[in-house]
Every structure is written in structure tokens, then in C-alpha cells.
């Protein structure tokens, strides 16, 4: 038996072994570089929704006081009231 023959058998077997590991570990990976990709496109856009949300806030806020300034009054002091009395 030739020993050269065997190292080459092993050594091509082991060649092969590590391909079909590396294109399992590519197809590992794109696999899950594709499920993630729309999980980071809906963070973003939700990341981008809860910037936009304190801006919103204050703009609907105006809005209603500016539309309702009595109302808004009437409210704040039925609050303060009600805070107090819960305090004393």
C-alpha cells in the first residue's frame, strides 16, 4: 500500500467535508440575514414613529388649548383640586 495514497484520500475527503460545511454555514447565514432584514426595517420604522411622537404631542396639545383655552382651565383646575384634597 502506497502511504501517499492515503493521505491523499483523507486529505480529499476532508476537503470535501469542509465545502459542503462552508456552503452550509453561507446558506446559514443568508437565511438568516434575509429573516432579519424586515425585523430591522420595522424597528426602524417604528424608532422613527417614537422620535416623531413628543413633536406630535406638543403640536396636538397647542392645538387643543389654543381650540379650548376655558375648557383646558376648567380641567386643570378640577385636577389640582382633586390632587390636592388626595394630598392634605
Same mark, same amino acid.
Request: charged share 15%; proline share 3%; no cysteine.
Given at each position: 500500500m502506497n502511504g501517499n495514497g492515503i493521505v491523499g484520500n483523507v486529505a480529499s475527503g476532508a476537503h470535501g467535508a469542509v465545502n459542503k460545511a462552508t456552503q452550509a454555514? !453561507? !446558506?446559514?447565514?443568508?437565511?438568516?440575514?434575509?429573516?432579519?432584514?424586515?425585523?430591522?426595517?420595522?424597528?426602524?420604522?417604528?424608532a422613527d414613529a417614537a422620535r416623531?411622537?413628543?413633536?406630535?404631542?406638543?403640536?396636538?396639545?397647542?392645538?387643543?388649548?389654543?381650540? !379650548?383655552?376655558w375648557a383646558v382651565a376648567g380641567v386643570a383646575l378640577a385636577v389640582g383640586l382633586l390632587?390636592?384634597?388626595?394630598l392634605r
Amino acid at each position: 500500500m502506497n502511504g501517499n495514497g492515503i493521505v491523499g484520500n483523507v486529505a480529499s475527503g476532508a476537503h470535501g467535508a469542509v465545502n459542503k460545511a462552508t456552503q452550509a454555514a !453561507h !446558506h446559514a447565514v443568508d437565511s438568516a440575514a434575509g429573516a432579519a432584514a424586515p425585523a430591522a426595517e420595522w424597528i426602524g420604522a417604528k424608532a422613527d414613529a417614537a422620535r416623531a411622537m413628543p413633536e406630535r404631542l406638543v403640536k396636538d396639545g397647542r392645538a387643543v388649548v389654543e381650540n !379650548h383655552p376655558w375648557a383646558v382651565a376648567g380641567v386643570a383646575l378640577a385636577v389640582g383640586l382633586l390632587v390636592g384634597r388626595i394630598l392634605r
